[in-house]
């Protein structure tokens, strides 16, 4: 094991590890998604035009910018992870993130400077998405490879559905409090930026990393294992190009898939939920807070549950479970809140809670299904460039959905149609995918020529000894 530089002996414990890859996963996700609470300034502010929907579009676009970008950062940042260890690369990556959302608060208005205000907020979303391409392979890769094989089903769930909703909470909890102190106008001319400078809170999170977080001890142990046998490190024998040819290539396509199809999930229903609140069922900004904060809660609490899920029914037949029932629920629930009244605000928080909590349970088994389609040598690109290939492809289509939409109230019609085709879609992927439950050793420890298209080697008949651990379609 690595010498720590403090002297300290290490403490063994995956509960920092997992605190920070979960936190982590938060505040980028919370820095990553505050657009979408200032959707409205922004698209005033920045990107002017005279149609509304068009100018949410501009702003959707930018959002979209940065999901693009994001594929590039964890296919630099992810090589480097798997090179020089999880941790260094998650501090770098923490610190890029915070900075670059609040320098998003300095950017002059449209009416100041022209031109040049869009192009500027532009830049900032393309280097924040770098960065936030990066944190997938840190956060999504020192968690679960840190805990004990039976807790990797509910790590899954935590990071990447819990961490998502703590991170739509802390932004709900900044929108109310930010909203009451600019009120009306003020919100419009001041509120917008101050929204921005909380990013800088994430930021501070690197330093807990520096300072108690252990590397992950799956890849010491590889980097230990291949010194012993005289070998070049392990990710020195993987390239890049691996992941799209010969024995993963089909194994990265139907990865892809998955994550597309579970991300356009996320952003058609939780990722719009602050737009489909605001300017299409116009709740008033107080109560639409209260409404996102609760859906917030909720999907911890869903990607928490069907985390655990997979990890007792496997990872598969969890998302076939969730999907069947998600192709129905969500174009239905979201029609309805669509054609709500915004005076009946009881009504659109049951059904913005029950949307949230079927979304995100998508996606929470996806994040350790990642994992266990690829060896520790390249599991950070591997998860990281998968994943967000996938949510860039399911994140770009809100702004679709407004293009199509000729005025806001047809906003909701284009939802219920976009999301049946990608729920159709994930459960499709799903179905071809083999079941990977129990997978992490086996593609750890032997010889990965044994990996062949949409397959792996059957798992060690030690790991996870309460699971049947054959990678076969249950």
């Given at each position: 094991m690595m010498p720590r530089r403090n002297g300290n002996p290490p403490s063994h414990s995956p509960l920092p590890a997992a605190f920070a890859a979960v936190m982590g996963w938060a505040f980028d996700l919370f820095d990553l998604f505050l657009l979408l609470y200032v959707a409205g300034p922004i698209g005033h502010q920045i990107f002017p035009a005279d149609s509304e929907t068009f100018s949410l579009a501009l702003v959707f676009a930018s959002f979209a910018v940065s999901i693009l970008m994001r594929p590039g950062g964890a296919a630099f940042f992810g090589e480097l992870a798997d090179r020089i260890g999880r941790k260094r690369i998650m501090v770098t990556v923490l610190a890029g993130v915070g900075l670059s959302t609040a320098a998003m608060g300095l950017v002059p208005t449209y009416s100041t400077i022209g031109a040049a205000a869009p192009v500027i907020f532009l830049v900032l979303r393309i280097v924040q998405g770098l960065f936030v391409g990066g944190v997938t392979a840190t956060t999504h890769t020192i968690g679960t490879e840190s805990v004990p094989p039976r807790w990797r089903g509910l790590m899954s769930g935590l990071i990447g559905g819990g961490g998502a909703g703590?991170?739509?909470?802390?932004?709900?909890?900044?929108?109310?409090?930010?909203?009451?102190?600019?009120?009306?106008?003020?919100?419009?001319?001041?509120?917008?930026?101050?929204?921005?400078?909380?990013?800088?809170?994430?930021?501070?999170?690197?330093?807990?990393?520096?300072?108690?977080?252990?590397?992950?001890?799956?890849?010491?142990?590889?980097?230990?294992?291949?010194?012993?046998?005289?070998?070049?490190?392990?990710?020195?024998k993987m390239r890049f190009k691996d992941l799209l040819s010969g024995k993963y290539r089909i194994i990265t396509l139907l990865n892809i898939g998955v994550a597309a199809g579970a991300g356009a999930q996320y952003y058609l229903t939780s990722g719009f939920l602050p737009t489909l609140l605001?300017?299409?069922?116009?709740?008033?900004?107080?109560?639409?807070?209260?409404?996102?904060?609760?859906?917030?809660?909720?999907?911890?609490?869903?990607?928490?549950?069907?985390?655990?899920?997979?990890?007792?029914?496997?990872?598969?037949?969890?998302?076939?479970?969730?999907?069947?029932?998600?192709?129905?629920?969500?174009?239905?629930?979201?029609?309805?809140?669509?054609?709500?009244?915004?005076?009946?605000?009881?009504?659109?928080?049951?059904?913005?809670?029950?949307?949230?909590?079927?979304?995100?349970?998508?996606?929470?088994?996806?994040?350790?299904?990642?994992?266990?389609?690829?060896?520790?040598?390249?599991?950070?690109?591997?998860?990281?460039?998968?994943?967000?290939?996938?949510?860039?492809?399911?994140?770009?289509?809100?702004?679709?959905?407004?293009?199509?939409?000729?005025?806001?109230?047809?906003?909701?019609?284009?939802?219920?149609?976009?999301?049946?085709?990608?729920?159709?879609?994930?459960?499709?992927v799903a179905f071809l995918s083999p079941e990977t439950r129990g997978g992490f050793e086996a593609l750890g420890a032997v010889d990965t020529q044994a990996a062949d298209a949409g397959t792996a080697p059957e798992a060690h008949p030690a790991d996870h000894k309460t699971h049947d651990n054959t990678w076969r379609r249950e």
């Open positions: 703590i991170g739509a909470t802390i932004a709900s909890l900044a929108f109310i409090v930010i909203s009451q102190l600019f009120p009306g106008p003020a919100f419009d001319t001041w509120g917008w930026r101050v929204m921005f400078f909380t990013g800088l809170i994430g930021a501070l999170l690197s330093l807990f990393v520096l300072r108690k977080v252990e590397e992950s001890p799956m890849w010491l142990e590889a980097q230990a294992a291949a010194r012993a046998s005289g070998a070049a490190a392990p990710t020195q605001g300017p299409v069922v116009q709740v008033p900004a107080g109560p639409r807070g209260l409404i996102l904060l609760a859906a917030s809660v909720i999907v911890i609490i869903s990607a928490t549950a069907a985390g655990e899920l997979s990890e007792r029914i496997g990872r598969r037949r969890t998302m076939l479970l969730i999907g069947g029932v998600n192709v129905i629920a969500l174009p239905v629930l979201t029609l309805v809140i669509a054609g709500t009244s915004p005076s009946a605000t009881e009504a659109i928080l049951a059904l913005s809670c029950l949307l949230a909590f079927l979304a995100n349970a998508a996606y929470a088994p996806v994040l350790v299904f990642l994992n266990e389609r690829y060896p520790t040598a390249i599991r950070s690109r591997g998860t990281a460039i998968t994943w967000n290939t996938g949510f860039m492809i399911g994140g770009l289509l809100p702004t679709f959905v407004n293009l199509l939409s000729p005025t806001v109230k047809d906003v909701g019609t284009q939802l219920a149609i976009f999301l049946v085709v990608s729920t159709l879609v994930f459960i499709l």
